[in-house]
């Protein structure tokens, strides 16, 4: 698989296995001279947005337009639900009543509300918003479809490892279309399951098995028995499994030899304030390890948050703790970055599949909606305190300044300083476009 612009070499198999895998503890220091040199060429980059990082929360299922960012507060009962709009930190712009911390932090945010497509259906739906690709052919709901690599991927492509560190990081798994496809399996996500909220909470992963560490893995059969908890989240993918095997492995020890790795894994050195800033639950405390993810310089983060398919009750849910945890945890995320001077070269962005049906149906939910959504985006100098576009009077679809998958692909993608034009080619040596005419939502880049 090839593209067009120039890409730093990966470590080969052979170069990988001449590193010493066989000497136990010497094949550490080997393996991290390596990745010092690496990480000292890639550090030269000047491409613009090349050093912005991002934390993408994928809100699976779909959430609500009208329960969130864009409520329809003239419209009937029937479509504008239950809940009523309130103020925010910026003059004009209201939210829903739902989302209060979120509102108290609009100054630092910019609401999308006029993206829109046309697959209602959640494998169809979400592919398209986590590759900016729609899917070639019709896909089933509960499908896992890796049609075209996704973002995270693509930036793992773009930028390779850092510093010992996965350039793709995903919790606490992975979303159905969030793999590489024809990239290749070094590129899909590094997976933190687990719950970090829990005092006994550690990183599987990141730390030498007993017999490598204690040099008695002598072999290469031996390294591999020992290193087989290590393997991470792949596709299927039209590859030599050895090599993958290996690339998998090579990564492996990347990221134990990372003392950046270890530290940032170790929330349990966030003071008590902090941590409770998030919410003391595993979401809020994904997010928390997030932003120390990215502070040490992970370029992509995803966190997975699902549950938004409100069929049924959805008012109810709306109420509970599933929302309340999602509204302080995210603005914590802004605030916390923000202070901390990371919100810059960081960019947040919260968003599902689609919207909801305008009607609320005969069981108080509402359903799925691709015709109007509204997307959650912060910090990589995209404007504070704005809402671009415009759904209708009554929130069926967007209307002012409409934009399309592709347009909010092109511009993460320019944000974090990938071309989005470039023409990538699959194994097979088959040419396919990063993103099919894109055009920047141009209000991010005022």
């Not at 609320?360 to 100098?381: E, Q, Y």
Request: overall charge neutral; hydrophobic content about 35%.
């Amino acid at each position: 698989m090839a593209r067009t612009p120039h890409h730093p070499p990966e470590v080969s198999r052979r170069d990988f296995l001449q590193l010493g895998l066989g000497i136990g503890g010497a094949m550490g220091l080997g393996f991290c001279d390596l990745l010092r040199l690496r990480a000292r060429a890639e550090a030269g980059s000047t491409r613009p947005g090349s050093r912005t990082n991002c934390i993408l929360v994928w809100m699976d299922g779909g959430p609500s337009h009208y329960e969130t960012f864009d409520p329809k507060p003239d419209a009937p009962l029937e479509i504008r639900g239950e809940f009523k709009d309130i103020p925010t930190a910026v003059p004009g712009i209201r939210f829903s009543e739902a989302v209060p911390k979120l509102a108290a932090v609009a100054d630092k945010l910019t609401i999308v509300r006029s993206v829109h497509h046309k697959d209602p259906n959640h494998g169809g739906g979400n592919h398209y918003l986590m590759t900016g690709m729609p899917t070639p052919v019709p896909v089933a709901c509960g499908a896992f479809v890796t049609f075209h690599p996704s973002f995270g991927s693509m930036v793992s492509y773009d930028r390779g490892i850092r510093n010992g560190l996965p350039a793709y990081v995903a919790m606490p798994e992975v979303s159905r279309s969030g793999g590489p496809n024809f990239l290749g399996g070094k590129h899909a996500p590094f997976v933190i399951d687990g719950s970090p909220n829990s005092s006994s909470f550690r990183v599987r992963d990141v730390v030498l098995p007993k017999d490598i560490a204690e040099g008695r893995a002598t072999h290469r059969e031996a390294l591999r028995r020992s290193l087989d908890t290590m393997v991470r989240y792949s596709d299927k993918l039209a590859e030599d499994p050895a090599v993958t095997f290996d690339q998998y492995h090579a990564q492996g020890l990347e990221l134990v030899a990372s003392q950046p790795a270890q530290q940032a894994f170790d929330i349990q050195r966030e003071t008590d304030k902090v941590r409770e800033a998030y919410g003391r639950n595993d979401f809020a405390q994904r997010l928390l390890m997030a932003r120390r993810l990215v502070e040490v310089g992970v370029s992509f983060v995803t966190v997975y948050y699902g549950g938004w398919d409100h069929h049924t009750k959805i008012f109810d849910a709306y109420k509970g703790d599933h929302l309340k945890r999602f509204d302080q945890g995210v603005a914590a995320l802004v605030s916390d970055l923000d202070e901390r001077g990371l919100l810059d070269n960081t960019l947040v962005i919260a968003l599902g599949e689609f919207g909801r049906t305008p009607k609320v149906n005969k069981d108080a939910g509402r359903d799925h909606w691709p015709g109007a959504m509204s997307i959650l985006m912060a910090g990589a100098g995209v404007p504070r305190g704005q809402v671009v576009g415009a759904t209708d009077p009554k929130g069926y679809y967007a209307s002012d300044n409409v934009y399309r998958p592709e347009d909010f692909a092109a511009s993460l993608y320019t944000k974090l300083g990938i071309d989005p034009r470039q023409t990538l080619h699959t194994n097979t040596g088959r040419p396919v476009s990063l993103v099919n005419e894109g055009r920047l939502i141009r209000e991010l880049f005022v």
